[in-house]
């Protein structure tokens, strides 16, 4: 078979794979992160006031999921390689569905902390999980899109969830006698979350061999084209412990920190701000007005992750868009640090958002480029583990700043500065794995 005629099939396989898998990955995944965020939006709807909370308690609450996610990270994406996809991510989400429904029911601030923090063990190593998942089924040239496809979904859930959690909280006010709006949405997200797991089980295949909506023929395509595509790692040993140790991936991690603790600090705060620009602008916007500026920054954020990660994989250079992403985000978090006006400072945040887009799906491509095989595994888990504590470090900081000074300036500046060391992290691995590593023909799947 010539090699473009090969190059044509793999597309056409690996395009049916992305179609038949990345929806109900993506259903999942938005699912997950509308639990996650969902006490950002009944924060201003009753919560803080129902609880009591200062923005500082309020920035604990929100950022101590990390602490719980981060502690079983990489256990439980060692365990998803040893039970199986389908039977450790459906645990996964039954588990943090059951918690986040009883979330609702918290009498006080610190039962909240507690509930927070139980959800980030149950949710712990279900997005690297899902990671791993994707590079089981997914050659290398395309892998930075679809880890990007997947990423992505956190935006989308920003644009679409956000106004629906704001409408849910204000419409399910009476839908439960004697269950505040804002409980009655996180009941009803829980819920979901249940369903889905269970969903899960019988939905999710463990790997292409098993897959009947795949031929013979297209299975041997697939598999065959993800062998061809692997790189050698530079460090060669397959065992978990060598992911962990190798410094490389530390390095990764810190580049990673910067993610979670940007979007997470707008996440949970961007809806308060834009509530706030009343007091603070002058300003007199509808509910309507203030679901739309909220959505503005993460719709920037779609298109920056589509566009990036398109880059990224036809140069062959995550680093690089690394670099370039992380630059992007620092110009529009520095900028929105200076502005004094409310639509001014939407337009900033939507740059460092459109920045943000692209730091996850180009790091973790670079993993596997590092270690391999099981070592591949535990690495892309400790990577999301370790700079998963910018989650909690992003929102805390937000709080406390807001608090003390009445902005989250001092918040901006830090981004931009963990943004720049990000990309120069990124570049600099992937750089040397390219003057390193054993020359590979090039296979650019276009889409």
């Given at each position: 078979m010539s090699s473009?005629?090969?190059?044509?099939?793999?597309?056409a396989v690996v395009n049916k794979v992305l179609w038949r898998i990345m929806p109900?990955?993506?259903?999942?995944?938005?699912?997950?992160?509308?639990?996650?965020?969902?006490?950002s939006f009944?924060?201003?709807?009753?919560?803080?006031?129902d609880l009591e909370m200062t923005a500082t308690a309020f920035g604990l609450a929100s950022g101590i999921f990390f602490a719980g996610?981060?502690?079983?990270?990489?256990?439980?994406?060692?365990?998803?390689?040893?039970?199986?996809a389908r039977a450790w991510l459906a645990r996964i989400i039954v588990t943090w569905g059951i918690v986040q429904a009883l979330m609702a029911f918290?009498?006080?601030?610190?039962?909240?902390?507690?509930?927070?923090?139980?959800?980030?063990?149950?949710e712990a190593g279900f997005a690297p999980g899902v990671l791993v998942y994707l590079m089981y089924w997914i050659p290398k040239s395309r892998r930075v899109w679809a880890f990007s496809l997947f990423l992505l979904v956190p935006f989308v859930t920003n644009t679409i969830g956000g106004?629906?959690?704001?409408?849910?909280?204000?419409?399910?006010?009476?839908?439960?006698?004697?269950?505040?709006?804002?409980?009655?949405?996180?009941?009803?997200?829980?819920?979901?979350?249940?369903?889905?797991?269970?969903?899960?089980?019988?939905?999710?295949?463990?790997?292409?061999?098993?897959?009947?909506?795949?031929?013979?023929?297209?299975?041997?395509?697939l598999l065959d084209a993800i062998a061809r595509e692997e790189d050698v790692a530079s460090d060669s040993s397959h065992?978990?412990?060598?992911?962990?140790?190798?410094?490389?991936?530390?390095l990764l991690s810190l580049a990673f920190f910067a993610l979670p603790f940007g979007v997470f600090s707008l996440t949970f705060f961007l809806p308060t701000i834009v509530a706030g620009f009343e007091a603070r602008f002058g300003t007199d916007l509808s509910g309507g007005a203030q679901a739309g500026l909220n959505a503005i920054p993460w719709v920037c954020a779609i298109i920056g992750a589509l566009l990036l990660s398109t880059l990224a994989d036809r140069t062959g250079r995550p680093g690089t868009v690394t670099l370039l992403a992380g630059t992007i985000g620092a110009v529009g978090a520095i900028g929105a640090a200076l502005v004094d006006n409310p639509y001014a400072l939407i337009a900033m945040l939507s740059i460092t958002a459109f920045g943000l887009s692209a730091i996850a799906p180009t790091i973790f491509a670079i993993v596997p480029k590092v270690v391999a095989g099981v070592a591949a595994a535990a690495a892309t888990a400790l990577v999301n583990s370790l700079g998963s504590i910018g989650g909690f470090v992003g929102p805390y900081l937000t709080g406390f700043v807001t608090d003390l000074t009445g902005t989250q300036d001092v918040t901006y500046f830090v981004m931009a500065g963990l943004l720049?060391?990000?990309?120069?992290?990124a570049m600099s691995i992937d750089n040397h794995h390219r003057r390193t590593s054993p020359r590979q023909p090039s296979v650019a799947l276009a889409r």
């Open positions: 473009a005629i090969a190059d044509s099939a793999d597309r109900f990955i993506g259903l999942l995944y938005f699912i997950s992160f509308v639990d996650r965020i969902a006490i009944a924060g201003p709807h009753g919560m803080t006031d996610y981060i502690l079983l990270e990489v256990p439980s994406n060692i365990a998803l390689g040893k039970f199986g918290v009498p006080s601030a610190g039962w909240l902390v507690g509930a927070r923090f139980l959800l980030g063990v149950a106004p629906l959690m704001s409408w849910l909280t204000t419409a399910s006010n009476d839908l439960i006698p004697g269950l505040a709006g804002w409980r009655t949405m996180i009941l009803i997200t829980g819920v979901a979350a249940i369903l889905a797991g269970i969903a899960a089980w019988f939905v999710l295949l463990d790997s292409p061999q098993q897959a009947r909506w795949l031929s013979a023929r297209e299975r041997t395509i065992r978990a412990l060598a992911g962990l140790k190798n410094p490389k991936v530390l720049v060391l990000a990309g120069v992290i």
